[in-house]
């Protein structure tokens, strides 16, 4: 699918999607701890301030003055934008109700109010934690999701991985709901040798994209994916 697509803001990345993300769709980052799911997050909203969009950022584990504190790290000047192009919600996922009815009811509202073009929700495996029955929670995501797709705005939704399984979200559903799942993942050649971060596109819809495996870096103020190396 060609036009102008919705820039991650890392280069290597966005070369893999096509050149970026399908305006309007809705994109998965899984990965396990320390392989960057909330660094990405952040690289996309900074993308989106620096074209002038309108983002929320709902976070489901940090409180809001660490989110701030990791873009400020990386040397970007964040506060002009705060609470006028930039929300960023803490949500409490221990507190059912609360976060059940902020999440599928406010935050469409919001979205509405604010004319985000943006929007990420990081993690969303802490919202899917909230429903007990595997059952319940297939419909509920499901009907999640897709009153999402009825707003004009970018999804990025990050989710850890299963224990048990480095190539499945926990609860093996946001990456039949999403239609672009991008894979971080630690790699090594054996026991002996050091570990690599890599990354892959295991899925877009409506777009050609790369199949490849590359490795990336999580740098101070970038993420570098290498999209023309190998990961050995």
């Known amino acids: 699918m060609s036009g102008e697509r919705v820039k991650m803001g890392i280069a290597g990345l966005d070369d893999m999607l096509g050149g970026g993300l399908i305006p309007g769709s809705i994109c998965g980052i899984i990965g396990t701890y320390g392989t960057g799911k909330t660094t990405f997050s952040i690289e996309f909203v900074w993308e989106g301030l620096k074209k002038g969009e309108n983002i929320i950022y709902i976070s489901l584990e940090e409180r809001e003055e660490r989110i701030i504190g990791y873009m400020e790290q ?4 964040v506060v002009p934008y705060l609470n006028k192009s930039l929300f960023v919600i803490k949500l409490d996922p221990t507190d059912f109700n609360l976060a059940n009815n902020r999440i599928k009811n ?7 109010e604010v004319k985000a073009s943006r929007v990420v929700i ?5 919202f899917e934690d909230l429903f007990t029955l595997d059952s319940e929670r297939r419909q509920e995501m499901f009907r999640f999701v897709e009153g999402l797709r009825d707003k004009n705005c970018t999804i990025v939704l990050t989710s850890e991985t299963d224990k048990s399984n480095v190539f499945s979200s926990r609860h093996a559903l946001i990456e039949f709901l999403v239609d672009t799942v991008i894979l971080l993942r630690y790699v090594r050649a054996s026991d002996l040798t050091d570990v690599h971060l890599a990354l892959e596109v295991v899925k877009m819809r409506m777009s050609a994209h790369s199949r490849e495996i590359k490795p990336y870096e999580l740098m101070q103020d970038q993420v570098l994916v290498y999209s023309e190396a190998n990961v050995f």
């Open 74 to 77: 990386k040397g970007w000047d």
């Open 106 to 112: 406010e935050l469409p509202k919001l979205i509405d």
């Open 122 to 126: 990081d993690p969303i495996s802490l």
